[in-house]
């Protein structure tokens, strides 16, 4: 009789506790939803990264799922491209960001590395989008910065992607912005450019 | 009676919430490893062993309580451990820095009080354990064991959920809701 009761007891009490996880795991992605808005806020009324100054040191995984630290780009000049999976013009832009990236990294030693603000599984579906839909292969570096990751507060771009951070072999912010407009045009056509005279030079 | 149910529960208990933060860590070891280098108390390297000899020690400690075998053993390293956590989360919040814990693998919340309070609790169950571990002498029966196992299972998920269902039960979501 005493087992039975202990048996009705335990059976209740695991439907209790599976209601109660489910429950848990509701507030929990509530809660996350819920931060993401307030840091988003707090993002916009932020200023973005101050140029000639330190970059702030971050550390994040590749698409391949290796860590990797801004140290591990010490010497060498560096463009931080921070894209979305939900951004259609960062999907559009990607063919000339290769070609760019290629020409930058010969002509003057930049190297271009993509930052995602979402979950590797949503980025590697993005990924694996663009190479199947737009026969484009990512060849480019992808840095996995889920919001709201350290490295989004720190870099600050403010939800306006595709936006670049070009940090020098010292580390510290040349020139920062929406991919596009102002600088971005001069340091595009610098590397297009030295390019150009690289080519030239060859013929004389 | 009183002092074998207690320590039924303590066991399961600290054997449960030692099993979840190892499996949580485990499943991204760098993850962890950079966590304990957030805490900043530490060189770099030194931060990243010594959270492998954490993940190691859990282990052991769940080992211990689970077997039986070093019941005492396994409570008083339980109790170090959480004693070591709560100094350093201490030593965050006094800091006012704003770092996650990871205490239960990957997560976006920062460490706050609710976490020293947490722990402040586990190190009293911990403690009970060891008390119990040397006083108790009867065994209960299966259907004795499985209702407190259950209460200890409702425990673990209360504490390593405490700082969402305090939050919540103080501010609920009326203001993302209304949006």
């Keep these: 009789m005493l087992n039975v009761l202990f048996a009705g007891l335990i059976a209740s009490g695991c439907i209790i506790l599976v209601n109660l996880l489910l429950t848990l795991r509701l507030v929990q992605w509530l809660r996350s939803l819920e931060n993401l808005q307030k840091q988003q806020k707090e993002n916009e009324t932020l200023p973005e990264l101050a140029v000639n100054t330190s970059a702030p040191g971050f550390t994040a995984k590749t698409l391949a799922g290796k860590w990797t630290r801004l140290s591990d780009y010490a010497g060498r000049s560096i463009v931080l491209i921070f894209v979305s999976p939900h951004c259609g013009h960062c999907r559009q832009k990607m063919p000339e960001l290769i070609t760019l990236d290629m020409r930058a990294q010969e002509q003057a030693g930049v190297k271009f590395v993509l930052v995602s603000d979402s979950s590797a599984t949503e980025t590697y579906a993005w990924v694996e989008s663009i190479r199947i839909e737009d026969k484009v292969e990512v060849t480019l570096p992808m840095l996995i910065a889920p919001r709201p990751s350290e490295l989004l507060k720190a870099y600050n771009p403010r939800g306006l992607t595709p936006y670049y951070c070009f940090i020098n072999g010292q580390g510290i912010v040349q020139a920062r912005g929406p991919l596009g407009m102002g600088e971005w045009l001069r340091l595009q056509r610098e590397w297009e450019g030295l390019q150009a005279r690289s080519i030239s030079h060859l013929f004389t | 009676m009183l002092v074998v149910c207690i320590l039924a529960f303590c066991r399961v208990a600290i054997a449960l919430l030692f099993a979840l933060a190892f499996a949580g860590k485990i499943r991204d070891i760098r993850a962890f490893q950079e966590a304990v280098v957030d805490f900043r108390l530490l060189p770099s390297n030194w931060s990243r062993k010594l959270a492998v000899v954490f ?74 354990g060891a008390w119990a571990s040397v006083t108790a002498s009867q065994n209960l029966t299966m259907g004795e064991f499985g209702v407190i196992a259950l209460i200890a299972v409702y425990f673990v998920v209360l504490m390593t959920n405490l700082a969402n269902i305090v939050e919540t039960l103080r501010r609920p979501f009326y203001a993302f809701l209304d949006q």
């Design chain 2, 55 to 128: 993940l190691a020690m859990e282990f052991l400690a769940c080992a211990w309580v689970v077997s039986g075998l070093l019941l005492l053993a396994g409570f008083l390293l339980a109790t170090g451990l959480l004693m070591l956590f709560s100094a350093g989360l201490l030593t965050v919040i006094r800091r006012r820095m704003k770092i996650t814990c990871n205490c239960f693998g990957w997560t976006d919340r920062r460490v706050s009080g609710y976490d020293l309070v947490r722990n402040a609790v586990l190190i009293l169950c911990s403690l009970s």
